[in-house]
């Protein structure tokens, strides 16, 4: 995680912006305004819907990338939102994410994979890459970080945290999600009255044990929700080399003194995502008018998300002094 903490310290800012477009958050007349465009690559006129989202969720992501750059220190593209898309957006996910590193930002791709050990090891090329003819492992994704679902226990674990230690990217693993419906299997009471939670938080300690660098976090960092405010404040002293990736900030309602306790004494130990209440606060400046041009459309996309980053930011920085 030295990386991502050494970003968190040039920026001064624990947070990281989710890049998560969808129909609700891209403007719908900036999506319109490709729709010529792309009729004129297409084969079949039934890919024009994708192939249209596909482009203006790239140009979308490229403002609010080109906006954030230098205040964040991170972006986190959800990959099930471009999936959605069919291969086109399947390449505008990798194209953010090479875009997002090219300008210096840590890239953390919310995947959550997770399966037994043979495919985990081919899932694991998100941080491994490819072996090319010259031996030397090709970069596909461009991703600094993934995050991984632990229900399948360590031989679905070990590939990632191989192919991290290899590559030297780290790994995110659900611990408790931020989601009303988590607790229905993670509150779950063992035998001895830990939770479930609690034991995958043991063993992402364990996992990530080998691999602690000179931050004192391992590679192997847990997800915990900003909506569960005193398991998170517990999980912190029960996970003392673990660095959290903290979702459920803003539009899922936690609030800055809701993640406080996720920190440590140095106010390290977390980065705070939010996805719609950045790269969808431009809806809240009055929307776009009739007739906007789409430069202006990006325009107002990307002030609006720069200034929702900076609001986060102070709100953050209050929260932690
Ligand atoms: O526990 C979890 C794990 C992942 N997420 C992801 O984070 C973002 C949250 O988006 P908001 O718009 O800020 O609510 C999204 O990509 C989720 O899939 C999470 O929310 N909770």
Known sequence: MDKLIEAIKATQNPSVVGLDPTDQVVPAALIDSFREEVADQVDDPAEIPAMQRAVAYFEFNRAIIDAIAGIVPAVKPQIAMYEALGPAGVDTYEMTCEYAQSQGLYVLGDVKRGDIGSTAAAYAKHLGGLAA????????????????????????ITPFVDAAQAADKDMFV?????????????????????RLYERVAD??????????????????GAVVGATHPEQGKQLRERMPHTFFLVPGYG?????????????????????????????????????????MSADDMLGLVASSARDAALAMRDDLEAALA
Do not use: C
């Open 133 to 156: 003819n010259n031996g030397e492992a090709l970069d596909l994704w461009h991703e600094d970080a993934v995050t991984v679902n632990p229900y399948l226990g360590t031989d679905g």
């Open 174 to 194: 659900l611990v408790r999600t931020s989601n009303p419906s988590s607790k229905e299997i993670q509150e779950l009471e063992l035998a001895d009255g830990t």
């Open 251 to 291: 539009a899922q309602g936690g609030t800055a003194a809701d993640v406080a306790g996720m920190f440590d004494e140095q106010g390290s130990g977390a980065i705070v995502n939010s996805s719609r209440g950045i790269i969808g606060a431009w809806r809240k400046n009055g929307g776009y008018s009739d007739g």
């Open 203 to 220: 063993l992402v300690e364990g996992w990530g044990a080998d691999t602690i660098g000179a931050s004192g976090y391992s590679r192997v």
